[in-house]
């Protein structure tokens, strides 16, 4: 009974200290922009090239935009406060910047038919909620090239987070890169369960390099995989960042995201009330929301050569990544030869292709791969213009 | 020369355990608007910020964030008050959360009830207790035959159950139509909590309920007194004819079933699926509920919605005043921190000693 009291009179204490009124000064004239980040800015990899692509848009657009961040925001149900907050605070589009953010993203979308809302790389929408993605399958095959060209052990590896459909179809991809250049070689890949644990991101490339692997890709949101790796005296295909920049030559190159013109374009569009607020869209190296970094001085100019016919074939819609013959980890041939992939089996993806070593959630059989458009967009969106066009 | 010493007290007086405590946050609040002031923001304005988001603007959300802390508390608070050290709760909660999850996916398919909440959220919940209770069992019972030290059994046990909740929502109980992406299917509608205003769902009551119950059973029955016996003094406990293996595995049964409960209300009135963000620290966070409680069951509600209320308000330092998610973390901390370094100031003293003369004199 004691305790109980003095705890109500603590909290009323607490209350009183906290309770100081303060009202920040409302401006309602610019158009107000929200971005949910899943890691910290500073993580030089995932949330920083989207901090760049805000920072694009706030040089575009000036005092007609104001826009607001949250970082390390973790996935799962309590993020759907955050989104709420910024929703109830009056913002007129908020982009939600992971995976784990789309059913939350949904929900308050539901109760907020007025606020426009972006979500990075999921597959749901509503009337006022787009679903946007890049194609980075398409720079990580261009990138497998190089890694298989660089390779002396035959061995890769793979750092990746989670074995979801955009990761499987990352390794799948990088994998086709490197066995087309080095049918001996193989990928080996590690998961850590994490979007942004640097020291653990670290400690799976280390495993990859003690193991044999002389060259290190990713799919994590830093470059501490590439530090592992140059630490090695080995090479690295970076992900998300130009990280040579941060770690030095030996990165080759890698897949980059470039956010800044789709952002730009969607507060355009909002701005003029023309955005398609249901959109799904899924641009590749020809819209060029993906591309490649910067190659190391240290890769060859026959690799160099190599990848730029294979980018200008990619870009000029003659040819995709994902095309027959494809033949699974478990060496059932999963797609003849003159057929491509559809864009919801690629983004239902759940197997491995052949050259890759690691658990994928399912083996490939001679099932079709994936699922019918249909049956996976709920609310009856389809995906992709690309991808028609290929079928 | 003068010498500093720390005293026992003899006697805890009131006054002095209140005098600390705010003495102790008024002082974090200094500190930590020195933090503010060097972050580049007004603490004044932070503040006022943090206070109007946790108890006027998203007082739902802080009440959200409460209800698995209560439980947590409260299954913390039993363990402790026998100075049982469980530190599982969190893994705990996460077999609470996958029993209740696992009834409501699956038990519908295998027997046919009224599809009412009133008939599955109790099944639901008595799965959710004895899940919890089972995994507190085992090292309850390493504990009382073979002497292992619970706080490494306990602790170890989280991480048992939280890779093995991973594998089931990427693996076992992954949504078949969910397209390869990790998490299971949503619960039915009959299996969810009712809520009664924004996410605030059933579950606080559910909380407040066992916070009384727990208070009952630790204070007005037999049970409860040999619960506090033991943690007070075993030995006298022993001589008094307590039987300590029985009371080490019921204390942890309730302890462990508390915890399971936080897991059912999280699936059950948040996620409605299982699916990453069960594990997120509500366990660890009440040990330090329960402790700032002084382990108290009413007192853990308190400090339930007080903690609740700093996590929901430090994200508006990041929404409205653009501080970076550290500031915010590293201020919580600090609150903590200053509260919880405090407490050796309500049990112990400060004294300024004289050295005795003739030690000095010969000089």
């Known amino acids: 009974m004691k305790n109980r009291k003095l705890l109500i009179l603590l909290s009323a204490l607490l209350l009183l200290v906290l309770a100081v009124v303060g009202i920040t000064g409302a401006q309602d004239e610019p158009m107000k922009i929200a971005f949910v980040y899943v890691a910290p800015i500073g993580d030089l990899g995932w949330t920083f090239m989207h901090e760049q692509g805000r920072m694009a848009v706030v040089e575009e657009f000036g005092d007609a935009v104001e826009t607001a961040f949250i970082e390390n925001v973790a996935e799962g149900p309590d993020s759907e406060r955050v989104i709420r907050n910024f929703a109830d605070d009056g913002f007129d589009l908020i982009i939600t910047t992971s995976f784990g953010y789309m059913d939350p993203t949904l929900t308050v979308a539901e109760e907020f038919p007025d606020t426009q809302f972006v979500h990075i790389s999921g597959f749901l929408t509503a009337d006022n909620m787009s679903n946007v993605f890049g194609r980075m399958y398409q720079p990580r095959y261009l990138s497998g090239l190089v890694a298989g060209s660089a390779t002396e052990s035959n061995i890769i590896g793979y750092v990746a987070a989670f074995p979801i459909p955009e990761v499987l179809r990352g390794i799948n991809a990088f994998t086709l890169g490197v066995r087309e250049v080095n049918p001996d070689a193989e990928v080996r890949v590690v998961w850590t369960n994490t979007w942004f644990d640097p020291p653990q991101e670290k400690e799976a490339a280390e495993a990859l390099l003690a193991a044999g692997a002389d060259v290190i890709a990713q799919h994590q949101d830093t470059p501490e995989p590439q530090k592992a790796a140059a630490d090695a005296g080995g090479f690295s295909i970076s992900y998300n960042s130009a990280m040579l920049d941060f770690v030095g030559q030996s990165v080759l190159t890698g897949p980059v995201w470039n956010w800044g013109a789709k952002y730009i374009s969607i507060v355009q569009e909002v701005m003029d009330g023309t955005y398609n607020g249901s959109e799904t869209y899924w641009g590749g190296l020809p819209e060029g929301v993906v591309d490649l970094a910067p190659f190391s001085e240290l890769v060859s100019e026959d690799t160099i050569a190599l990848v730029e016919e294979r980018r200008a074939a990619i870009e000029a819609g003659e040819w995709d990544v994902f095309c027959g013959p494809i033949t699974g980890a478990n060496g059932n041939l999963v797609l003849e030869e003159g057929s491509c992939l559809s864009d919801g089996e690629m983004l239902g993806m759940s197997f491995f292709v052949e050259g890759v070593v690691g658990e994928a959630p399912e083996d490939a059989s001679d099932e079709p791969i994936g699922f019918p458009m249909e049956e996976v967009l709920p609310r009856g969106d389809q995906i992709g213009m690309l991808g028609e066009a290929m079928d | ?363």
Do not use: C
């Open chain 2, 1 to 363: 020369m003068i010498h500093l010493k720390f005293e026992k007290r003899l006697e805890q007086s009131r006054y002095s355990f209140v005098g600390v405590l705010v003495l102790s946050i008024v002082l974090a609040l200094l500190f930590g608007a020195l933090l503010l002031a060097y972050a580049g923001a007004n603490p004044f304005v932070a503040y006022a910020e943090m206070a109007k988001s946790a108890f006027y603007s998203d007082w739902k959300e802080t009440l959200v964030k409460a209800t698995p802390l209560i439980f947590t508390g409260l299954s913390v608070t039993v363990a402790f008050r026998m100075r049982f050290w469980n530190i599982g709760a969190e893994g705990q909660l996460v077999v609470g959360g996958l029993a209740a999850a696992g009834a409501a996916l699956f038990l519908p398919e295998i027997v046919t009830l009224p599809e009412s909440p009133w008939v599955w959220i109790p099944i639901m919940m008595t799965a959710s207790i004895l899940a919890g209770a089972l995994w507190a069992l085992i090292p309850a019972l390493l504990k009382a035959f073979l002497g292992v030290n619970e706080i490494i059994t306990t602790l170890m046990f989280n991480y048992i159950a939280i890779f093995y909740y991973q594998f089931l929502y990427t693996d076992a109980w992954k949504d078949p139509a969910g397209r390869g992406f990790p998490g299971s299917a949503r619960i039915p509608s009959f299996t969810k909590l009712p809520r009664f205003t924004g996410r605030v769902h059933l579950g606080i009551v559910i909380a407040v309920i066992a916070a009384i119950l727990i208070w009952v059973i630790m204070s007005k029955t037999r049970q409860g007194y040999e619960f506090r016996l033991i943690g007070e003094n075993p030995t006298a406990a022993r001589y008094a004819g307590v039987n300590l293996f029985r009371n080490i595995i019921l204390v942890m049964i309730l302890s462990g079933g508390m915890a399971g409960l936080a897991g059912f209300s999280e699936i059950s009135g948040v996620s409605f699926k299982l699916q990453q963000g069960l594990a997120v620290g509500y366990g660890f966070t009440g040990i330090i509920v329960a402790w700032l409680a002084r382990l108290n069951p009413f007192g853990v509600i308190l400090v339930a919605l007080l903690l609740a209320g700093l996590l929901v308000g430090g994200d508006e330092l990041q929404m409205s005043m653009q501080l970076p998610a550290a500031v915010g973390e590293v201020l919580q901390g600090m609150i903590l921190l200053f509260v919880l370094g405090a407490d050796i100031f309500t049990r112990y003293r400060l004294r300024v000693v004289q050295p005795p003369v003739a030690l000095t004199s010969g000089d």
